[in-house]
């Protein structure tokens, strides 16, 4: 149950007077339609303005409020149509200038010889004052402008007054909470309470007011990040408490794997691994996150813990976001599991074809020791035997509670989730602090050289015929292109045209995938380019995530400014997988945008996903980096993770220090908490505290 304190938080503004349904549904569609949407709806910028008692320079482009008399008024008939008023105020002549405005409005506003209460910019042109559209503009001149006023992210319909008058209702109701945050951090921060900052920087009421809007602003930027923090390590603790059979092995199949392997695994490789064998070894559920570049070898790291619970004597799922990348894994697994004498199986399609259903008896049997696919393999008509361990490869798109969720369906299960590419401590913490963190930041050694060049899109000839030397010498090409079909109104070139045109440099030695094709026909072609019967694959970003192709060495990206950085730092890891060294040619347009140059250097200076992932955070933003954008998953109201770097960390400390000592948040300290729980909507985990 909500508590009592929070209720008039959660009314619907569709009740105010004034606001009815279609300032509603505009308001819901901003911010939402509960009170406490509105409250944390924060402003953009502010407003100050000054009474003055006579013009002066140093009042120029500064927001002046005066009350002067009408001395005269005239429109101009060119265009731009303009309508001028002429205000004495003082002994200084003022023009109150407006472009093309309704005559009738204005000449019954500006009557000559009336006196007006008007508030707007001054300036000054050709020797003479101005005010350019004023904000106000009063007939009465008792009415009180306000001397400080914030302005608002708005939407087609809605005013600011509309939207103030709204706040002021709400704001009329806001409880004051008993604080939550550590006394000392709130002394050492200077922070108001929660109920001052709102009403502050709402409604700041003086300079004062004004100039502590960051220190306020950071108040509810960390109030919204310990919020996070807490559900996720509340959530961490409950799945701690699950309590499973602890799965001991000999290690047989492990050395067995070892010595079936053409290399040794890196330090890097086994220090995770002995992370995630004592994990499945204890009684405590795994719920781990491998962090780790591309190319560092997570596949292996996938299938040696995935053997670990077969030898335990239970099944192993492994789940990715492609079928080709589940193809490339079974077909991986397949060259050892005679070997190492366990039975493997392949799950991909949604059709209930026969061999589906003989796969899914064999999984439900028992007869299959790991089984690869996409989503298909947690669908609910999966049943296993006895699954022991869940591993999702490069998906970065579970939330915190599908995970979960996941994890609470199976009694025995383990659960560890593989990251394409490294993704920034910031996002780690605010996306997957319910988990425990392996950090994979070495390559094998020995890996060839990758060079990063950027070309002028209009050199693209050069390209060609850079290639068709590289082809003379047997090496192999993925070529990227944006978009699938030819589009009027975006001109990125389309992976058919471009195919077309290279068919004509070098005829039948091209192969194409795109996300149209069905699934045998991506299969096929991507054979066709791995035997190297044709060397060259122009692709979408189908091939973006997980493709493994070692003997391809040369990656051309077209239109490399449209695209992030993780995603330029994933595709380019494609390639230098092998023994040759490799070139990435980032193809880009001549109109580039700064932050498009900021990529394309960052690609060029460096081949570090961690550094990247960080740039990329910075450039991009949160929701353009882990795909979650439209998903709702990871957004804030408040926080914003580039500037809030150092607030995460201190709520991830204080919230873990709050799971370990009080994990059912009891007493004052825990109600406090219970409460900003519910206010930023994290009210899930205290859900899941009651479960227990
Ligand atoms: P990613 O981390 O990007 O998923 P993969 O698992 O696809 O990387 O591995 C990249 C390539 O490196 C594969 O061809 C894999 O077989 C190989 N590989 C993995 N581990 C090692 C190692 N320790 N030494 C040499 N090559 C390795
Ligand atoms: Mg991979």
Redesign the pocket.
């Given at each position: 149950m909500r508590p009592k304190i929070l209720e008039p938080l959660y009314y619907n503004i569709q009740n105010i007077s004034g606001i009815g349904p279609y300032y509603t549904s505009l308001i819901k569609n901003l911010v939402g339609d509960r009170y406490k949407d509105i409250l944390l709806h924060m402003p953009t910028s502010s407003i100050k303005r000054k009474i003055i008692n006579n013009v002066l320079e140093s009042q120029i482009n500064q927001k002046i409020i005066f009350t002067g008399i009408i001395t005269s008024t005239w429109t101009t008939y060119k265009k731009p149509r303009m309508s001028i008023a002429t205000v004495k105020f003082k002994e200084t002549n003022i023009s109150i200038i407006y472009f093309n405005v309704k005559k009738i409005w204005f000449e019954g506003l500006f009557k000559k010889g009336n006196e007006l209460a008007i508030s707007g910019t001054l300036q000054k042109r050709n020797s003479k004052y101005q005010i350019v559209h004023p904000d106000y503009v009063e007939n009465n001149i008792k009415t009180r402008i306000p001397l400080f006023e914030t302005l608002y992210p708005l939407t087609k319909g809605l005013n600011k007054n509309k939207l103030s008058s709204v706040i002021q209702k709400v704001i009329n109701v806001l409880p004051s909470f008993e604080e939550w945050i550590d006394l000392k951090l709130i002394k050492s921060k200077k922070w108001p309470k929660f109920d001052e900052a709102i009403k502050s920087i709402h409604f700041p009421r003086n300079q004062k007011s004004l100039d502590q809007y960051p220190i306020f602003l950071e108040r509810l930027a960390y109030d919204e990040a310990l919020s996070r923090q807490l559900a996720l390590n509340l959530i961490r603790v409950h799945k701690r408490k699950k309590i499973k059979k602890a799965k001991n092995s000999k290690a047989f199949l492990r050395k067995k794997l070892s010595s079936l392997l053409p290399?040794?695994?890196?330090k890097s490789?086994n220090n995770v691994l002995l992370d995630i064998y004592k994990d499945l070894n204890s009684n405590e559920k795994m719920s781990r996150l491998i962090q780790?570049?591309?190319?560092?070898?997570?596949?292996?790291v996938a299938f040696f813990s995935l053997l670990y619970v077969v030898e335990s004597g239970y099944q192993g799922a492994l789940m990715v976001p492609t079928e080709i990348l589940s193809q490339q894994h079974y077909n991986?697994f397949k060259k050892y599991s005679d070997g190492l004498g366990i039975k493997i199986e392949l799950l991909i399609g949604k059709e209930k074809n026969l061999k589906k259903q003989k796969i899914l008896s064999k999984v439900s049997n028992g007869l299959v020791d790991i089984i690869i696919g996409t989503h298909a393999i947690i669908q609910k008509n999966v049943k296993f035997k006895n699954l022991g361990l869940v591993v999702i490869?490069?998906q970065h798109r579970f939330g915190v509670y599908q995970r979960l969720a996941l994890l609470q369906k199976s009694p025995d299960a383990d659960f560890m989730v593989?990251t394409a590419t490294p993704i920034p401590r910031t996002l780690i913490l605010t996306n997957y602090g319910d988990m425990d963190l392996s950090i994979?930041n070495e390559k094998?050694?020995n890996r060839p050289l990758i060079k990063t060049i950027t070309v002028n899109n209009n050199k693209i000839n050069d390209v060609i015929s850079s290639i068709s030397n590289s082809l003379k010498n047997g090496e192999q090409v993925f070529w990227v292109c944006p978009l699938v079909q030819e589009s009027e109104n975006i001109d990125l070139i389309a992976v058919e045209t471009r195919a077309k045109s290279l068919n004509n440099y070098f005829p039948n030695q091209i192969s194409v995938i795109h996300g149209k094709m069905s699934y045998e026909e991506k299969e096929n072609n991507l054979n066709q380019f791995i035997k190297s019967q044709k060397p060259i694959l122009v692709s979408t970003t189908v091939i973006e995530v997980?493709i493994?192709i070692?003997k391809a060495n040369i990656m051309i990206i077209e239109h490399a400014e449209r695209f992030g950085l993780s995603q330029l730092h994933q595709l380019r890891?494609r390639i230098g997988?092998g023994m040759k060294d490799s070139i990435c040619i980032l193809l880009y347009d001549k109109k580039l945008s700064n932050v498009a140059k900021n990529r394309l250097t960052t690609m060029k200076n460096t081949n570090d996903g961690f550094l990247i992932s960080e740039k990329d955070l910075e450039l991009r933003g949160p929701g353009e980096l882990l795909g979650t954008r439209q998903s709702g998953e990871q957004s804030f109201r408040i926080l914003d993770l580039n500037t809030h770097k150092d607030l995460v960390e201190i709520a991830n400390n204080e919230a873990k220090l709050i799971s370990n000592k009080n994990p059912q948040l009891l007493g004052s300290q825990g109600s406090a908490l219970k409460n900003l729980l519910y206010l930023f909507d994290q009210d899930k985990a205290v859900e899941l505290i009651k479960i227990g």
């Amino acid at each position: 149950m909500r508590p009592k304190i929070l209720e008039p938080l959660y009314y619907n503004i569709q009740n105010i007077s004034g606001i009815g349904p279609y300032y509603t549904s505009l308001i819901k569609n901003l911010v939402g339609d509960r009170y406490k949407d509105i409250l944390l709806h924060m402003p953009t910028s502010s407003i100050k303005r000054k009474i003055i008692n006579n013009v002066l320079e140093s009042q120029i482009n500064q927001k002046i409020i005066f009350t002067g008399i009408i001395t005269s008024t005239w429109t101009t008939y060119k265009k731009p149509r303009m309508s001028i008023a002429t205000v004495k105020f003082k002994e200084t002549n003022i023009s109150i200038i407006y472009f093309n405005v309704k005559k009738i409005w204005f000449e019954g506003l500006f009557k000559k010889g009336n006196e007006l209460a008007i508030s707007g910019t001054l300036q000054k042109r050709n020797s003479k004052y101005q005010i350019v559209h004023p904000d106000y503009v009063e007939n009465n001149i008792k009415t009180r402008i306000p001397l400080f006023e914030t302005l608002y992210p708005l939407t087609k319909g809605l005013n600011k007054n509309k939207l103030s008058s709204v706040i002021q209702k709400v704001i009329n109701v806001l409880p004051s909470f008993e604080e939550w945050i550590d006394l000392k951090l709130i002394k050492s921060k200077k922070w108001p309470k929660f109920d001052e900052a709102i009403k502050s920087i709402h409604f700041p009421r003086n300079q004062k007011s004004l100039d502590q809007y960051p220190i306020f602003l950071e108040r509810l930027a960390y109030d919204e990040a310990l919020s996070r923090q807490l559900a996720l390590n509340l959530i961490r603790v409950h799945k701690r408490k699950k309590i499973k059979k602890a799965k001991n092995s000999k290690a047989f199949l492990r050395k067995k794997l070892s010595s079936l392997l053409p290399f040794k695994l890196t330090k890097s490789q086994n220090n995770v691994l002995l992370d995630i064998y004592k994990d499945l070894n204890s009684n405590e559920k795994m719920s781990r996150l491998i962090q780790g570049d591309v190319g560092s070898g997570k596949t292996i790291v996938a299938f040696f813990s995935l053997l670990y619970v077969v030898e335990s004597g239970y099944q192993g799922a492994l789940m990715v976001p492609t079928e080709i990348l589940s193809q490339q894994h079974y077909n991986f697994f397949k060259k050892y599991s005679d070997g190492l004498g366990i039975k493997i199986e392949l799950l991909i399609g949604k059709e209930k074809n026969l061999k589906k259903q003989k796969i899914l008896s064999k999984v439900s049997n028992g007869l299959v020791d790991i089984i690869i696919g996409t989503h298909a393999i947690i669908q609910k008509n999966v049943k296993f035997k006895n699954l022991g361990l869940v591993v999702i490869d490069e998906q970065h798109r579970f939330g915190v509670y599908q995970r979960l969720a996941l994890l609470q369906k199976s009694p025995d299960a383990d659960f560890m989730v593989m990251t394409a590419t490294p993704i920034p401590r910031t996002l780690i913490l605010t996306n997957y602090g319910d988990m425990d963190l392996s950090i994979m930041n070495e390559k094998p050694l020995n890996r060839p050289l990758i060079k990063t060049i950027t070309v002028n899109n209009n050199k693209i000839n050069d390209v060609i015929s850079s290639i068709s030397n590289s082809l003379k010498n047997g090496e192999q090409v993925f070529w990227v292109c944006p978009l699938v079909q030819e589009s009027e109104n975006i001109d990125l070139i389309a992976v058919e045209t471009r195919a077309k045109s290279l068919n004509n440099y070098f005829p039948n030695q091209i192969s194409v995938i795109h996300g149209k094709m069905s699934y045998e026909e991506k299969e096929n072609n991507l054979n066709q380019f791995i035997k190297s019967q044709k060397p060259i694959l122009v692709s979408t970003t189908v091939i973006e995530v997980g493709i493994d192709i070692p003997k391809a060495n040369i990656m051309i990206i077209e239109h490399a400014e449209r695209f992030g950085l993780s995603q330029l730092h994933q595709l380019r890891g494609r390639i230098g997988r092998g023994m040759k060294d490799s070139i990435c040619i980032l193809l880009y347009d001549k109109k580039l945008s700064n932050v498009a140059k900021n990529r394309l250097t960052t690609m060029k200076n460096t081949n570090d996903g961690f550094l990247i992932s960080e740039k990329d955070l910075e450039l991009r933003g949160p929701g353009e980096l882990l795909g979650t954008r439209q998903s709702g998953e990871q957004s804030f109201r408040i926080l914003d993770l580039n500037t809030h770097k150092d607030l995460v960390e201190i709520a991830n400390n204080e919230a873990k220090l709050i799971s370990n000592k009080n994990p059912q948040l009891l007493g004052s300290q825990g109600s406090a908490l219970k409460n900003l729980l519910y206010l930023f909507d994290q009210d899930k985990a205290v859900e899941l505290i009651k479960i227990g």
